[in-house]
């Protein structure tokens, strides 16, 4: 398509939307509650693990909260993205790592290490995430940033209760990657840049004093 900037759109495969609407029509006639989960890497444009969500994710969510679901809780880019409501229904487009400990896997595939340069049979995982590009996961804090939802159901619409993470990014690689409640200023920055991703759906996310949750 011409126009008067490039970009990358991206649009879910209609046998899988279908396929996925009606199992959520299903799960809508046989239960009280339906939450749908979504594993999704792919980012805006032909990004890969960013906060921006590609367009066909919007589209999807969409679609299920239409079919039926009351809350959409995404995950898979490794960070936080931001909350839309539509309809009433909650979309929690990721929620980001709630276990991290891949640093301290045994082995990996042979590929994982040539892309890095590295002899699959002299080398250990440890060379590996040290040689990662750009650091790795662990020079990146984004990546060690989460919040849990906690979700209320009572015949209305949902509240939703969002409650920062921490994945305890400065801890040695065997200890780090294990969740917990970010109170402070650790949890207030993690919730003011959920609300900042928020606020482009319309979504209006108020803090707690104390910084543990944001309602």
Known sequence: VVGEHQEVVTRAHPGDLNATVCSIEFARSQ???VAVSIHCHESAGD?????????????????WIDAGADVVLGHGPHQLRG????????IVYSM????FTNESRAILPPE???RQG???RTASVTDWNNAAVGGGF????EYWQAMMARLVFDGGQPELELIPITLNRTLPMHQRGMPRVAGGPEGTAILARVAEMSSRYGTNIEPDPSGRRAL
């Open 96 to 99: 980001g790592n709630f276990f």
């Open 47 to 63: 990004g890969w693990n960013s906060p921006e969500p590609p367009t066909f994710l919007a589209e999807v969510c969409h679609r």
């Open 138 to 141: 662990s020079a990146h804090e």
């Open 83 to 90: 909350v839309e409501i539509y309809h009433g229904r909650p």
């Open 118 to 120: 590295l002899d699959p």
């Open 112 to 114: 994982a290490f040539e």
């Open 31 to 33: 239960a009280d509650v």
